[in-house]
Structures are given as structure tokens and as C-alpha cells.
Nanobody, 115 residues
Framework: QVQLVESGGGLVQPGGSLRLSCAASRIDFSIYMMGWYRQAPGKQRELVATISMSGRTNSADSVKGRFTISRDNTKNTVYLQMNSLKPEDTAVYYC?????????WGQGTQVTVSS
């Protein structure tokens, strides 16, 4: 059974930083597009950033210049470095692994930005 396990969430003050990790197991990690999504209370889940098999990245305009996605295929792990956090970044952050005919999600990790 494929597992995606997120970690690194928590409470941080505005302007602070967090690094999220998502460890994948039981998949051929290197051939999957990996992504981070988030869902704030009362809102739809939205894309934060993705990284392709080749390392090409894409991110939402709202996080450009502040968040960086990366992956380590030797550790089957994808990361999201979040800097200059704002209260509006508060959400549950989900990891996703996707390719043709396959789509997996983690359980999510809470990020709260508040003073």
C-alpha cells in the first residue's frame, strides 16, 4: 500500500519559516510528479507547488519567491521550504504523488501562522 507521510508542520509567527517533508513508500518515487497542496478552512484545496521527475518546478503566484519545492530521489522525499510566512498561509498542507493512472495523497500536516 502506497504511503505518503507529511511532517514538519506547526505553529509559527508571521515572517517565520518552516520546512515540510513528505516521505513516500511503496512507489517508484523517481517517476512521479510530486506536489504540495493546501486547504484552508472553508476554502477549496489549492496547488502550492509541484516538481517533475526531471526537477522542473512550478508554484502558485501567492507563494512565488517565498516557498521552494525540492525532492531527493535517494530518500523518496519531497520538501517544501516556506519562508516569510503570512497568516494567509495557514492551512492543512498535503503531499501528492501523481502520474498517468496513479494518484496518491498524504493525510496532511497543519501549518498555522499566527502571532
Amino acid at each position: 500500500q502506497v504511503q505518503l507521510v507529511e511532517s514538519g508542520g506547526g505553529l509559527v509567527q508571521p515572517g517565520g519559516s518552516l520546512r515540510l517533508s513528505c516521505a513516500a513508500s511503496r512507489i517508484d518515487f523517481s517517476i512521479y510528479m510530486m506536489g504540495w497542496y493546501r486547504q484552508a478552512p472553508g476554502k477549496q484545496r489549492e496547488l502550492v507547488a509541484t516538481i517533475s521527475m526531471s526537477g522542473r518546478t512550478n508554484s502558485a503566484d501567492s507563494v512565488k519567491g517565498r516557498f521552494t519545492i525540492s525532492r531527493d530521489n535517494t530518500k523518496n522525499t519531497v520538501y517544501l521550504q516556506m519562508n516569510s510566512l503570512k497568516p494567509e498561509d495557514t492551512a492543512v498542507y498535503y503531499c501528492r504523488a501523481s502520474r498517468q493512472y496513479s494518484d496518491y495523497w498524504g493525510q496532511g500536516t497543519q501549518v498555522t501562522v499566527s502571532s
